[in-house]
């Protein structure tokens, strides 16, 4: 096992586009690390550095405490997990989940004990002389994980592992995977675009966008406290409803307390539907547009009558002018019905007018 620093790496590719724009990042011993981020912001790209698939431009990347800028992937003592499972077809499962220790040189009474302890670890061991064709998705992605599990490597690295399987077996895979990574209390480093994927695997959770970090820390910690607006859109389902605070209704509201405010954020279910307006809160009338019951909890989505107070569109965001509601259980109000929603001090989150900065009232 192993920790893993980044200090300050970039990534330029011929031509000026600069992919990974100098990122900081500590992943400890034994520790799940997500790199989470909307499609072209970089993780992918990230991985492959610490892999050693693509050449680093500036900073350094450091396994173990060894720089292994210029060390080849093979050298590195990484294994890693392909969202395409990349298995060999015409080998068993046993011979796919063998053929890298062979190569290495490895005695096969070793390699048969290791195989045989990964594959009863990941449930494969009836599956052994199957090939790949005759297997579900679920345990095609369990072979590939027990290639990477043999080799007992000091960090593993997943790209994407879940992403051409069913929402069903996702969610099965999910929990397998955290199981297995406590279990074997390796450095993981894992990259997923689904940020409910991301909360729910990482020890530490990366978000990135644009080629830099947005924030870094405890996945919960990032929820209740994003530090810019596109982390507070993008962290969370549905999304956090973000209103301008130098709009008359949201200002008259705060009073002073906003300070240099120029955002207002609000959960979805931090809004609860009421005729009462909280002291020091913010109380918003609404046109419900439409009803999404899903069993447990009923989200309300509703309409402002002013859209051009809402802030600009970013990633996740909802639409200009609508705000969406939680609410337990199925009883909503009617579609058309005119309503007031309401959320206290302390459920509000402020940031700057650039969505850079979060504000600590």
Known sequence: MANVTLRNVRKTYPGGFEAIKGVDVDVGDGQFCVLVGPSGCGKSTLLRM???LETVTGGEIDIGGKIVNQVEPADRDIAMVFQNYALYPHMSVYNNMAYGLRNRG??????????????????????????????????????????????????????EPLSNLDAKLRIAMRVEIRKLQRRLNT???????????????ADILVVMNGGQVEQVGNPLAIYEKPATTFVASFIGAPPMNLMSARADEIKSQLGGS????????I????????????????????????????????????????????????????????????IPGTAAPAIGEKIRVAAVREKLHLFSGDGRKRIEA
């Not at 894992?190 to 729910?200: G, K, P, S």
């Not at 009803?291 to 002013?306: K, L, Q, W």
């Open 106 to 159: 490895m005695k096969e009474d070793e390699i048969k004990s290791r195989v045989e302890e990964a594959a009863r670890v990941l449930e494969l061991s009836p599956m052994l002389e199957r090939k790949p064709r005759q297997l579900s998705g679920g345990q095609r992605q369990r072979v590939a994980m027990g290639r990477a599990i043999v080799r007992q490597p000091k960090v593993f690295l997943f790209d």
């Open 50 to 52: 610490v892999a050693g």
């Open 267 to 326: 959960r979805p279910e931090d809004f609860v539907i009421t005729a009462d307006s909280p002291a020091g809160g913010v109380t918003l009338p609404l046109t419900v547009e439409a009803i999404e019951r899903v069993g447990a909890e009923t989200f309300v989505y509703g309409a402002r009558a002013h859209d051009e107070q809402r802030v600009a569109a970013t990633p996740g965001e909802l639409p200009p002018g609508e705000i969406i509601v939680r």
């Open 258 to 265: 906003a300070g240099e405010a120029g955002i207002v954020g």
């Open 187 to 201: 450095t993981s480093i894992y990259v997923t675009h689904d940020q409910l994927e991301a909360m729910t695997l």
